[in-house]
């Protein structure tokens, strides 16, 4: 006796999320439904002409908003955008950079240049601790 194999599926918001895309800009039939592994493969590979308008136009969820301004998602709720922006509106502005946008790309850039000193600093460590054996005892020179 054979067994069906039943296909994987998932809700749209786990959808909207794996395929990059706000899940309140996708069509009705998508956010009623449920959507199948191979759907969502076949989609990431060839997406549907919504889904490429989609992601091409807008509107956008905040991790690719903060990630297209340049900025962290904490960032974003700083300078008080809550709601999903379209690609126009980003490009807006990213052209009349608002004084909260410049100062938090300017914060993400600190945080990033620091992260990068303590991965060094660690490496570094690392290093150092793979040269000295950590149980070797004192040196005893044979007679």
Not at 121 to 143: D, I, M, V
């Amino acid at each position: 006796m054979t067994s069906q194999k039943t296909p994987q599926t998932m809700k749209p918001a786990t959808a909207a999320k794996k395929l990059g895309v706000y899940l309140q800009g996708t069509p009705a039939e998508f956010q009623s439904g449920v959507v199948s592994r191979d759907e969502l493969n076949e989609w990431q590979t060839d997406p549907p002409e919504w889904l490429a308008t989609l992601r091409r136009e807008g509107p956008h969820p905040r991790s690719v908003v903060a990630t297209k301004l340049g900025v962290s998602i904490a960032g974003l709720a700083r300078g008080g955008v809550a709601e999903a922006l379209t690609t126009a509106q980003i490009d807006a502005l990213l052209a009349d950079q608002p004084d909260w946008l410049v100062g938090e790309r300017a914060n993400l850039l600190e945080v990033h240049k620091e992260e990068k000193r303590i991965r060094e600093q660690q490496a570094l460590k690392s290093e150092q601790s793979n040269r000295t054996p950590r149980n070797a005892g004192p040196f005893k020179p044979s007679t």
